[in-house]
């Protein structure tokens, strides 16, 4: 017997109208080839290539500031997580509706695969930390994409127009096929379609594996502990941490992390470089031996994020390591007319720091280490700036490769024009831990404690006030160092029912913190925090 193929003609005139939900699958299947073929691409030739992370950090460029508030304010440090969750089902759902408009044509879904392929390749050129071959994985996923969804949409095409000429036959309008080419086609497709769909999840897992930390995680461990000239103490009672406070140093894994990086830049320690440049008197590239070779300081700094509501968790202390930013610096030789450093992240983030912050003995440093151990890669490794008593967007750069000494006239940081301002000393502010809001104690004595802290002028009291009484001053922690926060606490007896308490916090410049309520943009909340419990 000759092949089926041989022995039946494809139905004249139109192009068989597929289905919706086979369209939609086809269009799914097309998207999840695509994003996969250039993950793949991307282990290859540098995470930053993969078109997907790639338009995610597009799109984290084009937030509005108000968003991305709302987005750590609701989601805190899994922002990044529910941005590319969001864009996966986005993705997906535009992929099912370009599936379903090509019902009749592949041509609406291959401008689909084309479009998105375009933008993915725009966003990748973009970028700053990429060589030339990063344009293939965004080039790969356009032709990957593009032909599994036109394989896919003939394939389907054939199946669909076999079951209709099958359906012909049985209607008497044809002469009978023998065996069931119906079901040959449709079983070609759906193995098709399940072969694509696994090998774009194992592409994108190789992808993932390619680009996983290991070598960079290689060369932290190889640098060891960091060893400072002279090791800074905390003194016992620095805390009320028995009493409900944090510890007074932060565990490297339980430091706050809040910024604009979609996948944590992956840079060893071998290949990382610092370029001061700008307006000095002689321009000085550092590698990590001459970082090295100088004496390490240590200095104790409280770091919070500009985003933190009032009475929020972004807000973490640590011991960092490194080189005093006054001294290199000197090295350089700073214009008098330099108003600003503009510090360059390795993927392109900038942050617009005061000259005169780095130079007034408040120990801003460039750190190289967190607790005695080589930063943590989501925490700057091999090296980022502090700067006690700025708020981070201004100050903190991780995984800086570039200090340009400019003027705020000639430049902005990244959030600048984003509607933050130019200057952001951190505020003076309490936060109340413990009771917890709606949380129920038993009457009698009721401990209530938190921190309070006022970078680089110092706590000097901390008030509380129940149910809108009197203001009581609260005991403090010893104090360790200005740059860093307070502890504060104090024991009320309250009887059973509904309380809410307040705090507030005066420094030692005799500022007291504020009443007013300020949202976080443009340069920090404020308010008095509170709690309210039942005590039972």
């Known amino acids: 017997m000759s092949d089926v193929s041989t022995q039946v003609d494809r139905p004249a005139g139109a192009a068989p109208r597929l289905p919706w939900h086979i369209g939609a699958l086809i269009g799914i299947v097309g998207v999840g080839s695509a994003v996969g073929s250039g993950q793949l691409v991307a282990g290859f030739v540098g995470t930053e290539a993969s078109p997907y992370l790639a338009v995610g950090d597009a799109v984290v460029n084009m937030t509005p500031a108000w968003l991305k508030n709302f987005a750590v304010s ?25 599936g ?24 990748v050129l973009g970028r700053s930390d990429l060589g030339q071959l990063g344009v293939l994985a965004p080039v790969v996923s356009l032709v990957a994409g593009a032909l599994v969804f036109r394989l896919l949409h003939r394939l389907a095409g054939e199946w669909i127009a076999m079951r209709d000429f099958k359906a012909q036959e049985h209607s008497g309008n044809r002469h009978p096929v023998y065996g069931d080419p119906a079901g040959d086609t449709r079983r070609k497709f759906l193995i098709s379609t399940m072969g694509v769909a696994v090998g774009a999840g194992v592409a994108g897992l190789i992808g993932g594996i390619e680009t996983s930390d290991h070598d960079v995680e290689g060369s932290r461990e190889a640098i060891g502990r960091l060893v400072p000239v002279r090791p800074t103490t905390v003194p016992p009672g620095a805390d009320f941490a028995r009493n409900g406070t944090p510890s007074f140093i932060t565990n490297a894994a339980d430091f706050y992390r809040v910024d604009t990086a979609l996948t944590v830049p992956q840079l060893r320690a071998e290949d990382w470089s610092l370029r001061i440049h700008g307006m000095v008197d002689r321009e000085l590239t550092l590698h990590y031996d001459d970082i ?61 720091t005061p000259v005169d912050t780095l130079t007034d003995g408040r120990g801003a440093m460039l750190a190289i280490g967190m607790n005695g151990q080589p930063l943590p890669v989501e925490h700057g490794f091999p090296a980022r700036m502090v700067v006690p008593g700025l708020y981070g967007y ?15 006239g000639a430049a902005q940081g990244y959030w600048v024009p984003r509607g933050y301002s130019q200057q952001a000393p951190v505020k003076t502010e309490s936060r109340i831990d413990v009771p917890g809001s709606f949380a129920t104690v038993r009457a009698g004595s009721v401990v209530i404690a938190g921190i309070a802290w006022a970078q680089t002028k110092g706590i000097d009291k901390v008030e509380v006030r129940v149910d809108n009484g009197p203001w009581v001053p609260a005991q403090l922690s010893a104090e360790v160092t200005k740059n860093a926060w307070r502890m504060w606490r104090m024991f009320v007896d309250l009887g059973p029912g509904s309380h809410t308490v307040q705090s507030r916090a005066t420094d030692d410049t005799g500022f007291t913190q504020t009443a007013q309520l300020a949202d976080p943009i443009p340069n920090g909340a404020s308010g008095y925090p509170s709690a309210s419990f039942t005590v039972k």
């Open 74 to 98: 609701n989601f805190g440090t899994n922002d990044k997580l529910v941005l590319l969750s969001t864009m996966g089902v986005v993705l997906l759902l535009l992929g099912a509706l370009a």
């Open 100 to 123: 379903v408009l090509s019902r009749r044509s592949a041509v609406p879904g291959t401008l689909f695969a084309v479009v998105l392929g375009v933008a993915a390749t725009a966003a």
């Open 292 to 352: 090295r070779r100088h004496n390490l300081t240590e200095e104790i700094v409280t770091l919070c994020c500009v985003s933190n509501p009032v009475g929020g968790p972004y807000i973490s202390t640590a011991r960092f390591e490194g080189v005093l930013l006054r001294d290199l610096l000197a090295e350089v030789g700073v214009h008098p007319d330099a108003d600003q450093l503009l510090s360059t992240s390795v993927d392109g983030y900038t942050a617009g």
């Open 394 to 408: 201004v100050s903190a750069t991780k995984w800086v490769v570039d200090m340009e000494l400019t003027t705020f």
